[in-house]
Structure formats: C-alpha cells, structure tokens
C-alpha cells in the first residue's frame, strides 16, 4: 500500500535559496518542454515522447548553464510531470496542460530515489545537492521511500511529502451488510445528514477569518503594485487563508474519521461540485463546505479500512421520494424544510428523508435483495456535533 507522510522542514538560509532557484528552474523546464512539444505538433505534426524530451536536456542545460546548479532529478522529473499532464488530457479528458505562472502555480521540486533518504534516526532527510535538511518528526513510518516532493506554501513554509510504500496489503473489502450500512446526504444548512437521523451543522469558526481577509484585501488594492508594504499585507492574507484552510481540512478530517469508525458502508451522491459553483449565488457557500476534500478523504480511507463507498447517481430523486412508500412529491420545493407524504401520511424531514433514500438507493444497487423502504428502526449513531467542535 503506498501513503504519504508529509513533514515539515526547515532548511537553512543558503538551502532555501536553493531551493527557491530549484522552484524556477524547473518552472522554466516545464514550461519550455511544454513550448517545444507544443510547437513540434503545430508544425509538422510530430508527436514528441517522454523520453525525446528527456534527451533534449542535454540541449537546454548547454543553452542555459544556470540550469547546472540545481538538482538534475528535479528537472527530469518537472519534463516527466509535463508529459503526465499531456497523458491526463489524453486518457482521462482533463484540459490541455497549461503553462506554469510564477506568480500563481504551487512551487514544488520532486526528488526521487536514491537522490533523496529520510533519516529517521536523526530527523533530517537527505536531498541531492541541499544535502541533511531538518525536518520535524511528528511521526515515524515504516517502508520503502519512493520520492520526496519539497513544496513551499504561500504562507512561506516549507513541506516536505514522502511517499512510502508501506509493504502492508490493503484489507480485504468486507462485504455489504445493511444493518450498518448508512446514507449520507450533503447540504448547505446542515454540512452531512445521515440516514440515522443525526445532523452535523456546517463549520461556521472560518467566518471571522474571512472578515479579516476582506478587510485587508480592501488595504491592499490601496498599495502601489509591486511595493513593500502591498507584499507584507499580501503575506498577511497568505497566512490567513492557510489557517482557515487547516481549520476546515481538521473539521473534515474528524467527520471523515466519525463516520467510517461507526459504519461499515457509506452511501453518497455523486456530485457534480464544479457544475454547482457555476451557480454564482451558491458558489461561496458550496467552496466553503469543501464537499469534495470530504469525498476524497472518506474515498482513500475507506480503501485503508476495507470499507465500503457506494455513490449513487447525482440525478436519482432522493429528495423528492417519500422513504416509506416511495410516493414522488414533485410539488416539493427548495424552501420546504419538512413535508407530509400524500400517499401515507407520514411526516419527513426533508435532509433526513433524503438520506434515507440514498441509503436505500445505493443498497439496492450492490445488493440486489434490498427493495422496498425501510423505516428509522435504527439507532443513532453517537455522532456527536458538540464533541467535533468542542476543538475548535
Ligand atoms: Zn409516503
């Protein structure tokens, strides 16, 4: 099984420069692989490989002798990070890759083995030409070390992301059982309401970080571009958006972690997240719920555990239907919190409605012996909203 253990690191001043000009250069690799594989196509249609890239190193580095002073495997791997954006465009649909800015793309350098170690003895890992940098061990990791990459956020600290492959073998999938398998149903009042019955709130802590970030935004479309002071709010801005990103990916972590611990099946909708930012008046709303660092999250654990993740199609009615007789209310609108069926009378809270649907939709779909509506005979979960932000 491969993980990821990412640390901290401190490197010295001379190290940081190193890496800084490491970050340029190969930004400018990129780009420029880029640029000649993209030119090569326009104008004769040839179709550069991986490797025909790679050998063009040679080229470049004469060209550019600066190139010489900075980690060789960095920039092989920046071509070899080109050439996955050009298969990703090809074999999964994503856009064509673009160039790098120096303003706005993530710095990052990629080192692999054996141009990189972690030693774990004397908390410093080892990077080809920065030699030991510090790093702090917050945790040990047992496994073979694949690669390192060093990136620098925009509050200016430094990340080190070792992939490990762990030589432990995922568990085995354990088969569906219903009686512990739940529905979730994601929304904007409520963060997850599942079929249980249990209703965490959204995380709301962020709301006075996004007033501190507006109010100092405003300071610094008043500061002449490229001064001083503009880059010192700038940084001020960079340290809050960070906070306020750790704070909800910690939230999420612990709604990840209640869940998967108290089921063994999880069922969700498959939501098209960037269809739904289209629309400019949820837009905000639905980047702060971060509804696909959640899917994600539970996606890899649940892989961890052996347990089980069932999406369900984003157009199935699990609004709409009644979850004891399967009446389809299409009178329901956005506004209506909580509705009586026609068909049976029985009284709905529409988020726990929904969730009960989802759960039964996406049973039906892997056991085919689930039919009909099930009722609320289960018991809750003990998913308890004041212990997940009692931390906060
Ligand atoms: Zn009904």
Not at 172 to 192: E, M, N
Request: glycine fraction near 6%.
């Amino acid at each position: 099984m491969h993980k990821i253990f990412k640390y901290r690191i401190y490197p010295s001043k001379a190290q940081q420069a190193l890496l800084q000009s490491t970050f340029g250069c190969c930004r400018f690799v990129y780009n420029k692989m880029l640029d000649i594989r993209k030119t090569a196509y326009d104008t004769d249609k040839t179709r550069l490989s991986k490797f025909a890239c790679i050998n063009r190193m040679t080229a470049l580095k004469t060209e550019y002798v600066w190139l010489y002073d900075v980690p060789a495997v960095c920039l092989v791997q920046a071509v070899c990070n080109m050439d996955a954006a050009y298969q990703n465009f090809f074999k999964s649909g994503k856009g064509y890759p673009k160039f790098k800015s120096k303003h706005r793309s993530r710095k990052s350098c990629k080192f692999m083995v054996p141009k990189c170690a972690v030693l774990q003895d004397i908390s410093r890992l080892k990077l080809s030409k920065l030699g030991l940098v510090k790093y702090k061990k917050d945790r040990e990791f047992v496994g073979a070390l694949r690669h390192i990459v060093v990136t620098q956020d925009s509050d200016g600290k430094y990340y080190a992301s070792c992939l490990v492959v762990t030589g432990v073998d995922a568990p085995k999938l354990q088969p569906v059982d219903a009686s512990t398998a739940v529905g979730i149903d994601l929304g904007l009042k409520d963060f997850i309401v599942t079929s249980d019955g249990c209703k965490i709130s959204n995380p709301r802590f962020y709301v006075t970080i996004d007033r501190r970030i507006a109010r100092l935004q405003k300071h610094e479309a008043r500061k002449t571009k490229g001064s001083k002071r503009r880059a010192r709010i700038r940084m001020k801005i960079n340290k809050l958006c960070v906070r306020k990103r750790n704070l909800i990916k910690n939230y999420i972590y612990h709604v990840a972690n209640t869940l998967l611990r108290e089921s063994q099946t999880l069922v969700m909708e498959d939501l098209n997240i960037g269809g739904m930012v289209k629309n400019h008046k949820l837009a905000k709303s639905i980047q702060n719920v971060c509804w696909g660092e959640l899917r994600r999250v539970l996606e890899y654990k649940s892989k961890w555990l052996g347990h089980n993740l069932i999406f369900i199609d984003r157009w199935a009615p699990s609004t709409r239907t009644c979850s004891c007789c399967g009446f389809k209310n299409d009178a329901l609108t956005l506004s209506d919190r909580s509705w009586a069926c026609p068909g049976c009378g029985t009284h709905h809270d529409r988020d726990i409605n929904a969730a009960l649907n989802i759960k039964r939709m996406g049973l039906a779909k892997v056991l085919p012996a689930v039919s009909g509506f099930d009722g609320r005979g289960e018991v809750g979960y003990g998913l308890d909203e004041a212990s997940i932000c009692a931390s906060y």
